[in-house]
């Protein structure tokens, strides 16, 4: 829609300089015109799609817009934003739920019995006596004596992120950098190209960390401490966990003086502070934990 606006109002300011050639009759019309032209131009509704995948645990939601859905199946939501709407397909899978069983639940001193635990993607069983493992789906149980296991099933769901990879452009994060899309010389600028030489000429030749052909988000780094490099607002669930990580990478040659990064959650510094390995193009992957308590969206800064 950026490119769009900006040919209308292209177009628009030659038109108005051409009129003054013609005389009041013919410019009064042609100016009228233009002016229907414009009006129906301008309140054309203009759309941005996209599709994302979610996965919850039995009892969880989602919430796209004003509609909450707790049922696996695909979702078509219209959220209107500026300066396009957004229409979003939601591919929803809610998860059967973690189940536990045993070969024999009745056994004698010295004999064992086979656990079995399905419905999750990791797995965490308590207590850790008389198991042969307590990080596996299917541990060998021998206790001593009469002992009740807990199995607790976690599941990775689908990124939250909108945009993550940066491939719709820059739309969907906030930044308190500037955007130059051509040229990142300056400090406290960023660009999203697909190889980050285009944007600047002594930047290494990084590629982003997946294909090598996607963008990514070059940044020239800000000499203030605390200035936001990337922001976005997600709606979380309470009571749950989040792992939120991010790839990083040195495109300079300068080694001594790489970039020093952290994640907060509304304003709540999360984890330690990061740096990317000083080898220019070696992407290296940091991610944090953080627990959503009773809260239902979250603003996620990088900083």
């Known amino acids: 829609m950026a490119d769009v606006t900006d040919g209308l109002q ?27 032209y414009n009006e129906a131009a301008l309140s054309a509704p ?11 645990c039995p009892g969880e939601s989602y919430t796209v817009g004003s509609h909450s859905y707790t049922q696996t199946g695909a979702y078509l939501d219209t959220l209107v934003s500026l300066p396009c709407d957004t ?35 990791s797995y965490t069983w308590s207590p850790a006596v008389g198991l042969s493992a307590t990080d596996v789906p299917n541990p060998i149980a021998m206790p001593s004596q009469t002992t009740t296991y807990t199995v607790t099933g976690t599941s990775q769901t689908a990124n939250l992120i909108f ?31 697909t190889d980050v030489n285009d944007v ?14 996607g963008k990514l988000m070059a940044v020239n780094g800000s000499g203030t401490p605390n200035t936001i490099v990337w922001e976005q607002t997600v709606p979380v669930q309470p009571q749950v966990d989040y792992i939120f ?27 330690s502070v990061f740096q990317p390995f000083p080898q220019q193009c070696q992407w290296k992957k940091v991610d944090e934990i953080w627990n959503s308590g009773n809260s239902d969206v979250r603003r996620y800064p990088i900083g």
């Open 10 to 36: 292209f177009r628009n300011q030659d038109n108005c300089i051409d009129l003054t050639l013609y005389s009041s009759g013919l410019e009064n019309e042609y100016a009228s015109s233009l002016s229907e």
């Open 163 to 193: 945009n993550g990879d940066f491939e719709l452009g820059n739309v969907g994060f906030a930044s308190s950098y500037t955007y130059n899309p051509i040229n990142i010389g300056a400090q406290s600028v960023y660009a999203l190209p």
């Open 87 to 121: 229409v979003r397909l939601t591919n929803l899978t809610v998860l059967a739920g973690v189940s536990a069983s045993a070969d024999d639940l009745h056994i004698c001193a010295g004999e064992s019995s086979q656990l079995l635990a399905q419905g999750g993607q």
């Open 245 to 271: 990580s991010a790839w990083v990478t040195n495109w300079s040659s300068i080694q001594s003086d790489l970039s020093k990064l952290q994640f907060s959650v509304n304003g709540q510094l999360l984890g």
């Open 46 to 56: 203009c759309y941005v799609y996209d599709t994302i995948s979610v996965t919850l």
């Open 200 to 213: 600047h000429s002594f930047a290494a030749h990084c590629h982003d960390h997946t294909t090598g052909a």
